[in-house]
């Protein structure tokens, strides 16, 4: 590793003249100056406006606001350059290079201080606000925080509607200036959902201006803080934060001295830049666990996509009024298709360990769930139903050389979840669990907060905390989104935060979602998108369900490889893998970690391609994905060891492939390929090829 | 322990006539019928109406309502007499003696049932609803309860306003109809407070009617349920139930089967009568413990009063913004005046041992209060502060004999305790101790509930069968007012739950108060208090605090006797049981724990006698307190040993006392007596007498 930190201290002189910032390569620069008392940034990119004038501010509950009467103090500069190595990733290494411009200014009225720091790196911009310990701005109740993102022009935005609870929405791409008009139709049904009025919407943003610059706007290391949104003045194009409220609507409290999230705007004009960048990554903390050897990366299955179907039931019994510690199970009458049990779950691990699979997702093995919903003590974590012995089928797993995966699901019962937590942990520690799979479906409750508030995010980091402690890796899905925090703690191992292939089994994913995803919501890490549903006819699972699966096979395995995660499920059910058995073998095959990742590919909605080299071999793995329309990709491997000879075996969409109607055409092959090859391949509308490159001996 | 059930059961008559149940000594009647499809019920004595036609019912959020299109179905009588011991108590034993009618009504459109069971004792009646399993009733989300209780004309009662966060009001008297106007004036500030629009009082609501009965409207173990408050048509005289929100405004989910609380109401023409009640208890189920061997009765000390008086801090540093496990104490500067300090706390240790206390209850010496309210993570229950030595204090405490008592303020940060609650537990434990304190002052945080909502209820509840886990005994200061489950739970040793001697180092407790609570408060529970503040010129502890406690040195020692309570605190300091050291004698000599308890003499808000023999030993000790006018005492002490003689030792009022200017004049003196002995006493206002009486061997 190397590290480079230089440190430039100036007095600034009281005209308010803007400061600079230029990035390392000198293609951004942002400036942060005080117009008319108000704290104001603009950001450039080879010296065209990207952000506006654009102010900063909060205002409080308990004391008087920081919004406006501001003036310049001490201004400090410093560089920054080294390079870290995370426990798992797209690469093995990851630079960290920027430079720093940390601003103090002076409230006249109060003489209060607020410090602003900007980094700015290569690919874009990160703000925070800093709150330094003094009188008059302690144990801060947070109204709101006014941080402004003034676009230049009506841009192109790859968008979801601002929500206090959820995110699993399909994205919508529009202008600005449609969002307002777009929002209702946008805002599908969700078990849990608080519209935050239009226009607004989620971050991370993705958007690209006429002139083919992509921009998006997230937040990066959200630590005891509510999560971010954004609200939008569509006359002026100018977005404004907005927190989430908890069951008071008190948007965040803060202790000083404190800093806030970084506000982060990325700018570039290629898309695969905003792909490749670790700029998330890089402004939260070094990781702060001591020991990590026991993190790693987990290709599973999972007894779930025939509960997801509905061909099979998480309850043991049907539906009725359960009291936790008092219904004896042994008494009900079973459910008849009750899929955590021992011999189907047997059945699993006789598939997964065969082809390779370190771990066995299971839902539905514990007490609760046939009255599972907004309850005080819905769930057990400890007790398991009458049919599915843990010892019994973790010792059968370990003899097929697997573990299970831990899944609790909390039902947003979330003082249920923590007054069992400890418990519910060193349950699945002393079972030989290594993984736990949260969830957080409904309304928190009884709490009356929001998914995204700040007492929740605390309690998501706080599971996160206490599971490294019992060496658990944690996937929370329904959390907030993520912001890169899985640099600091790496065994938050995968999250949802998104809509996922479990939308699939009803409503469905439209084609460009998986093209957007890794623009948008990948970027704060990485996604527990359970891909790999290759019978798109999900009546074959359950006869009574006829949802399609709006995906080719081809797309479903390029997922492995463009949908970057150290968590990948195979989400269908072993039927469907004994069906597409030369096509399941990629997902056999594919790595999960990596030493390098190359984006050759991409355009938002459209098509994402990406070769990444296996963790510590040679072997490399291509996808494509393509999204609303058909691709010809032309790509050239001159990743490729010099002079060495690659065996490539080719996953594609047949010509004839249709997601619709034709989704298992696909061709396999294999050809020779070195340095210098080039390949051109086809792929339909959500189509996709994947391709695995393994050197000739 | 005697015991006898009888069981009759009669298949009902479609027409709708009153059954009845009578309690067995005959003097009360209590009919239920359906009325135009609504369940009704009334209560007589000696055939006298009590209770008017009076309706019952709930109405559901998630259900058709169950108010109407009722009709009777089965209707079973029983009847129930055992007597029990409890592990601690006024009596060494309890006569457990009622009639029950179960009645079974059917809603006719929705086809579903509701059984009402009502029992009968002596002095009351207690009714409660209870739900089976069936369709159309399951996992219930209640938006009201609608109980009416139609009282026969516009009664004096003693109340205090509705509230959903506390009882900490001073008692107001007035007739029914002059509720609504009082009720502002009556809504004395507190650190947390939600009206129930006036008309509306609190439970346990005592009335006297124009013909000298006692009436109580209170509720019995309130398990897993909302508490009840009760509002007035004060046009009518009929009380309504109206139950403890959630955050979302939601008053209860309950899971079929299940039961409501006891809905009381007691009757009595003699006011002692409803002192000696009971019911409550009996209304509750039999201890759940199994091991009760570790539950013993306290006289406690504490390092208190001096910071309630404002002369010393709870908090080890001045105010500031802290950060739990980051703030380093050790560098903070330590306030002049932290109070739970090892030296003294030594000094208290020495002084309590000497006068025989067993143990020391210290608040502040933990880490947070510097910063305590309506945080996240306000308080850490393991820590102690650096000039707060846990393990050379207790040593030092159990080389005296003695054992420090626990304190655990929340602020009402619930999520935060509870996150720590087994740590804090298992420590507590650790270290020797073996009573917590526990405190919710403020507004619950971040849930946004109620103190008194179901999940709270539940939270509480919690605490005490965690506790029972570790063996502490529990005192919830600020959590719901108790409801008898001290008999389920007998290590439930306290509560606050009303307005305690605390307030007397500000802003007070009227004379009447102590007159009231043992017909109100008392009724579901002992509470802690906290009596014994012998130095009324409050400026004596803190010489910047000017406040008068409006007692006098009599009445206070009496309030060990007549405010039952198995955990007694001497809540002033050193010095001042020093300057009154020969009253502080009754103090150190009065038992804590009772084979018997005679009421002598009793009326609401004038004056309660009562003589209590202690536990295992011949020793009786009388307690007189009046208040609001002075009161002349004529008892006889027939209750002695026939042919025995004793030493009467007799703390009384002088003639010149006066709570407010003269309130430490007072006489102590010695008389033999026997059981033919008569004594007549005099009393101020706010006065009283104690008396220890002892066999001369």
């Known amino acids: 590793m190397k590290k480079l930190i230089t440190l430039i201290i100036c007095m600034f002189p009281l005209l308010s003249l803007a400061e600079e910032v230029i990035s390392p390569n000198g293609v951004l620069k ?36 920081m919004m406006e009467d501001f003036e310049m103090g001490e ?13 798992w990733g797209e690469t093995s290494s990851i630079r960290n290079h920027y430079n720093e411009m940390k601003v103090t200014v002076r409230q006249q009225s109060t003489n209060r201080h607020l410090i602003i720091r900007l980094r700015i790196f290569n690919e874009g911009l990160g703000l925070r606000y800093e709150f330094p310990r003094q009188e008059g701005l302690d144990n801060v109740k947070i109204k709101e925080e006014h941080t402004e993102f003034a676009m230049t022009g009506d841009h192109t935005a790859y968008w979801i509607p601002g929500d206090y609870d959820t995110d699993e929405y399909e994205y919508s791409i529009s202008r600005l200036s449609e969002i307002r008009n777009l929002e209702e139709k946008a805002r599908t049904e969700n078990a849990t959902q608080t519209a935050i009025p239009a226009p607004s919407t989620q971050t991370s943003l993705l958007m690209k201006t006429d002139d083919g610059l992509y921009l998006n706007i997230h937040e990066a290391a959200l ?77 599973y299955m999972g007894v779930w996509w025939e509960m997801m179907t509905g061909a099979a039931s998480w309850g043991y019994a049907d539906f009725q009024a359960i009291k936790l510690g008092e219904t004896d199970y042994k008494k009900l009458k079973p459910a008849a298709n009750h899929a955590a049990n021992n011999n189907n779950v047997k059945r699993y691990i006789d598939f997964a360990s065969k082809h390779g699979f370190s771990q066995l997702l299971v839902e539905g093995w514990n007490e609760g769930w046939e009255d599972s919903w907004q309850k005080y003590d819905n769930y057990s974590f400890t007790k ?20 299970l995966m831990m899944h609790h699901e909390t039902s947003a019962s979330v003082f249920n979840y923590e007054r069992q937590l400890q418990d519910a942990y060193r349950f699945a520690r002393d079972n030989g669990y290594d993984v736990v799979k949260s969830g957080y479906v409904g309304n928190i409750f009884p709490y009356g907060g929001h ?26 899905h329904e959390a907030v989104r993520p912001t890169g925090l899985c640099r600091t703690y790496p065994n938050m191992i995968g999250n949802e935060s998104a809509r996922g292939m479990e939308f699939q089994a009803t409503t469905g994913c439209e ?9 948008t919501r990948l970027q704060g890490g990485p996604m527990d998108y359970t891909p790999g549903i290759l019978e798109m006819d999900v009546s074959k699972v359950n ?47 594919v790595a999960i970690d990596w030493d390098e990742s190359i984006y050759l590919e991409a355009e938002p909605a459209e098509f994402i391609t990406v070769a990444r080299k296996a963790k510590g071999k040679d072997d490399w793995y ?34 004839d492939a249709d997601y619709r109607n034709n989704p298992a055409s696909y061709n396999i092959y294999q050809k020779k390929v070195n340095s210098k090859t080039r390949l051109k391949l086809h792929t339909v509308e959500s189509g996709g090829y994947a391709i695995s490159i393994k050197p000739i001996e």
Chains 1, 2 share one sequence.
């Open 543 to 589: 006869p009574n369900n006829h949802a399609h699966v709006k995906a080719t096979v081809c797309n479903q395995l390029a997922l492995y490889v463009t949908l970057y995660s150290p968590l990948q499920m195979a989400a269908d059910v072993p039927e469907s893998y004994e069906r597409y058995a030369d096509a399941f073998k990629f997902i056999e095959d």
């Open 451 to 476: 998914h995204f508030d700040q007492w929740m995010n605390n309690h998501y980091l706080y599971c996160i905390k206490e599971g490294a402690k019992y060496h658990l890796m944690i996937n929370g």
């Open 511 to 519: 084609p460009k979602h998986v093209c957007i995803l890794p623009f």
């Open 384 to 403: 398991a139903y009458p049919d599915f012995n843990v010892k019994e089928l973790q010792a059968y797993a370990k003899a097929h050389g697997m573990k």
């Open 75 to 87: 201004v400090e500069y410093s560089s920054f350059d080294e390079t870290w190595k995370p426990v």
């Open 622 to 655: 291509i996808g494509s994905v393509s999204g609303q329309h058909p691709h010809s990709s032309d790509i050239s491997l001159s990743f490729l060891d010099k002079g060495r000879n690659y065996l490539a075996t080719i996953y594609c969409d047949a010509k």
């Open 223 to 299: 630590v005891d803080y509510s999560c971010m949104h954004l609200t939008l003045d569509d006359k002026k194009f100018v977005f404004k934060s907005i927190l989430t409220p908890d069951s008071k609507g008190l948007k965040g409290f803060i202790r000083c001295p404190a800093v806030s999230p970084w506000r982060t705007i990325m700018v570039t004009d290629d898309a695969r830049e905003m792909l490749a960048s670790k700029m998330i990554l890089n402004l939260n903390e070094p990781c702060k666990l001591e020991d990590t050897s026991w993190i790693h990366p987990v290709k």
């Open 30 to 65: 942002a400036k942060f100056y005080v117009s008319e008392g108000k704290m104001t940034y603009e950001l450039f990119f080879h010296e065209k406006v990207i952000v506006k004038p654009s102010h900063l501010g909060l205002e409080f509950i308990n004391w008087p606001s």
